[in-house]
C-alpha cells in the first residue's frame, strides 16, 4: 500500500507541473486586422447559448451557460490551400498569427440580435444564394473551436450557402460530458427558435443543417419540438445531415417517429471504429450509440432503410483524428458531399483530443468507478509532449482536489504497483 500511496503522490507532483505548461494559444479570437492576400475569409454569423460574462479578450463565449441567445459576427482567414492539409484546422502556435500558413480571426464582434438580423439579411442580398448552413457542434467544444471547424468545413466544401453557427455551453473538457450533456437540453429550445426564425424568413431559401457527436442531440430534440409545435417540420429545412451522432440508437428511432414522415432527407454519417462513441456506449450502460452503427447488420439496415435514411459509412476512411469522431470533417470526399446536397437541395471541437486524451479515454469510466487519478495517471507521462492533454489534465486535477479525501485508496489501487 505504502509502494502504491507514493506512485499515485508522484502522478500529483508530476501532472501538476506538467498542468502549468501552455497549450493551445489564448486569445486565437483577437482580430488580426486586414485580411493578407493570397488567403481565403470566411464571415459566419453565430447563435449562442454560451455566456459572454468573464470571457476574456479574443475568446467572446465561455463555456458557462448564458440567459437567452447572444450574437456575434466573426471573419476568419484561411491559409493558401498550398500551404495547408485541407480538412485540418491550421491552429497559431502562437499569437499573433501567422495567416500564411495558420488560421486567423480578422474581425470579431458580439452584437445584439437586431443587428444579427440586418447584417444576415444585407449578406443575402449580396450573396449569389438564400440558402443557408447552420452547424451544431459537439461535446468536448470550446467556442473557438466551433468557430474555426465551421470555417474550415465551409471553405473546404465550398458550401454554396450562408453559415451560422448554432454553439451551446460546452466547456471543453474532457471530464465535462455531463455538464456538456445537460447544456445540450438547456440549449434545444432555443435552437428551436432559431430553426423557426429562419423558416419563416421569407428571405431565406433553403435550409440545410449539419450536427456533430452530442449537437445531434441538440439537432434532433428541437426538430422534435418544432414537429411536434407545428405538426411537421419546417418545409424549407431541405436536408438534415448527422455525422457521427452520440445519439442512443433506440431514443433515436423515437424521436424519428414523432417527427413523423413529413420531414426532410437525413444522411447519417457513421465510422465503427469511432472511439469517442465507444467510450460515450460505455458511459450509457453498453447502449450502442447512432454513429457507430453497423449499417449493414440486421435490424440496423432494415431500421434505417425503413425510415429512408441515408447511411454513409465512414469506417474505411482515413483520418488524422486519433479518436476517428472527426472524419466528416476531414475527408475532402465528404466535403463534396455536402457541397452537393447543398446545391442539389438533397438529403459535416469540434475538438480534436490530445494523444494522451486518446490513451486516456478511460477517464470517463475512470470517474464512476475509481476516480479522476487513473485517468491522470494514464494521461501524465504523455503530456510531456501534448499541449492539449496538459490542458485536460489541470481541469482533471481541480476537479481531484476536491475530492482526493474519498477517492484516495480506491485511486491508488488502480495504479499499477512494482512487482
Not at 24 to 36: A, D, F, H, I, N
Not at 263 to 280: G, I
Amino acid at each position: 500500500m505504502q509502494k502504491q500511496f507514493s506512485a499515485f503522490a508522484f502522478v500529483i507532483l508530476f501532472a501538476t507541473v506538467l498542468s502549468a505548461c501552455a497549450g493551445r494559444p489564448e486569445g486565437v479570437l483577437t482580430p488580426v486586422g486586414l485580411q493578407v492576400p493570397g488567403t481565403s475569409r470566411v464571415d459566419l454569423l453565430v447563435a449562442s447559448t454560451r455566456s459572454s460574462v468573464g470571457a476574456t479578450q479574443g475568446e467572446m463565449f465561455t463555456g458557462e451557460r448564458g440567459i437567452g441567445l447572444g450574437f456575434a459576427e466573426i471573419a476568419v482567414s484561411i491559409p493558401p490551400d498550398a500551404a495547408r492539409q485541407i480538412g485540418d484546422v491550421q491552429w497559431p502556435a502562437h499569437m499573433p498569427p501567422d495567416p500564411q500558413r495558420e488560421f486567423a480571426t480578422i474581425e470579431a464582434k458580439r452584437i445584439d440580435q437586431g443587428q444579427a438580423l440586418a447584417i444576415f439579411h444585407t449578406r443575402l442580398k449580396k450573396a449569389k444564394t438564400r440558402d443557408v448552413l447552420l452547424f451544431v457542434h459537439g461535446y468536448n467544444t470550446r467556442f473557438e473551436e466551433a468557430v474555426y471547424r465551421l470555417a474550415q468545413i465551409v471553405h473546404d466544401s465550398r458550401a454554396p450557402a450562408l453559415p451560422i453557427l448554432f454553439t451551446w455551453p460546452s466547456r471543453g473538457r474532457l471530464l465535462a460530458y455531463t455538464y456538456d450533456r445537460e447544456s445540450g437540453n438547456y440549449s434545444r429550445d432555443a435552437l428551436e427558435a432559431v430553426l423557426q426564425t429562419l423558416a419563416k424568413d421569407p428571405a431565406v431559401g433553403q435550409v440545410t443543417i449539419l450536427a456533430h457527436s452530442m449537437g445531434n442531440w441538440v439537432t434532433l430534440e428541437a426538430l422534435r419540438q418544432m414537429s411536434i409545435r407545428n405538426g411537421r417540420i419546417a418545409p424549407k429545412i431541405v436536408n438534415v445531415m448527422l455525422a457521427a451522432p452520440d445519439v442512443d440508437v433506440d431514443v433515436f428511432r423515437r424521436q424519428i417517429a414523432t417527427i413523423g414522415d413529413k420531414r426532410p432527407p437525413f444522411t447519417l454519417f457513421v465510422s465503427q471504429d469511432d472511439k469517442a462513441l465507444a467510450v460515450s456506449s460505455r458511459i450509457w450502460g453498453n447502449t450502442p450509440r447512432l454513429g457507430a452503427v453497423n449499417p449493414n447488420s440486421e435490424p440496423v439496415r432494415t431500421q434505417l432503410a425503413d425510415e429512408h435514411i441515408q447511411v454513409i459509412d465512414l469506417t474505411n476512411v482515413q483520418s488524422t483524428d486519433s479518436l476517428n469522431h472527426g472524419k466528416f470533417a476531414e475527408s475532402s470526399t465528404v466535403a463534396g458531399m455536402i457541397s452537393g446536397r447543398l446545391t442539389a437541395g438533397q438529403a459535416l471541437s469540434d475538438s480534436q483530443a490530445g494523444f494522451g486524451e486518446t490513451l486516456g479515454m478511460v477517464a470517463t469510466g475512470a470517474a464512476s468507478t475509481v476516480g479522476r487519478a487513473a485517468s491522470i495517471a494514464i494521461s501524465a507521462p504523455v503530456a510531456l509532449v501534448d499541449g492539449r492533454t496538459r490542458e485536460g489534465l489541470a481541469d482533471q486535477f481541480e476537479d481531484l482536489g476536491g475530492r482526493l479525501g474519498g477517492t484516495v485508496s480506491s485511486a491508488a489501487s488502480a495504479l499499477p504497483t512494482s512487482r
